[in-house]
């Protein structure tokens, strides 16, 4: 079953403290990304990676970091920097070229201490 | 600066009646159009497409329509059903942005049996 994997689904945060976002492909597509969307908003892009070892800042990347060392996975780091971490992440994942159709993961939501 | 707006955050239909979920855009550079469904704690899933170049796109009981010149799109669900109850989110891509999109808000839909 080809799909996005997200973990963990519930991840709480403590004052100072890194927290990762797992984020795991097996649709072997090059494009990755992951959004985050607060209540009543719509989902805004921390950061992208269209292909291995390669990633970009989207709109909303300061407090956070990303890595992408492998095709299949881009873990999504969220620094003590980040002063408002409380929301809903969503990783995605797309092939090259097409139209922007995403396919999503199922979340995780984090939380503050 | 929202690029793409839904100014409509609930929406009430009853079952078997039409639905329509409306999307404003700022940006005459996007050339995709993308409606998202979400259901609560999970990732969107696509519903449907629309290029700029067109003005409508069917696909089963889901319609987008495109009108350019207002800068204006919307999704038309006929006849509605109690599980398209629903957050359904419009997103537009810049030209050969790859996955990069930017999401409206969202529009609750409640389709009432």
């Known amino acids: 079953d080809g799909g996005i994997t997200q973990s963990p689904k519930y991840l709480f945060r403590k004052e100072g403290q890194n927290v990762t976002l797992s984020c795991e492909q097996n649709?072997?597509?090059?494009?990755m990304y992951w959004y985050r969307q607060d209540p009543g908003q719509g989902l805004r892009l921390i950061y992208y990676?269209?292909?291995?070892?390669?990633?970009q800042k989207g709109d909303i990347a300061e407090g956070y970091s990303v890595s992408r060392e492998k095709k299949e996975s881009f873990p999504l780091t969220v620094t003590s920097a980040q002063k408002n971490p409380t929301a809903f992440y969503l990783c995605?994942?797309?092939?090259?070229?097409?139209?922007?159709?995403?396919?999503f993961g199922s979340g995780t939501q984090l939380s503050v201490l | 600066d929202q690029q793409v707006k839904q100014n409509s955050p609930s929406l009430s239909v009853q079952e078997g009646r039409i639905s329509i979920l409306n999307c404003d855009y700022t940006?005459?550079?996007?050339?995709?159009f993308l409606w998202y469904k979400k259901y609560p704690a999970e990732g969107p899933t696509f519903l449907i497409s629309?290029?700029?170049?067109?003005d409508k796109n069917e696909d089963g009981r889901f319609t987008v329509f495109l009108n350019k010149s207002a800068k204006h799109l919307s999704l038309h669900i006929v006849p509605s059903q109690p599980g398209d109850s629903a957050v359904y989110f419009c997103?537009?891509?810049?030209?050969?942005?790859?996955?990069?999109?930017?999401f409206g808000q969202g529009t609750e839909l409640s389709v009432k049996p």
């Open positions: 995605a994942s797309s092939s090259r070229g097409g139209f922007g159709k995403l396919f």
């Open positions: 649709l072997n597509h090059d494009a």
């Open positions: 990676s269209q292909i291995v070892n390669d990633f």
């Open positions: 940006n005459s550079m996007f050339d995709y």
């Open positions: 629309i290029s700029s170049i067109k």
């Open positions: 997103a537009a891509r810049g030209l050969n942005q790859g996955g990069k999109l930017i």
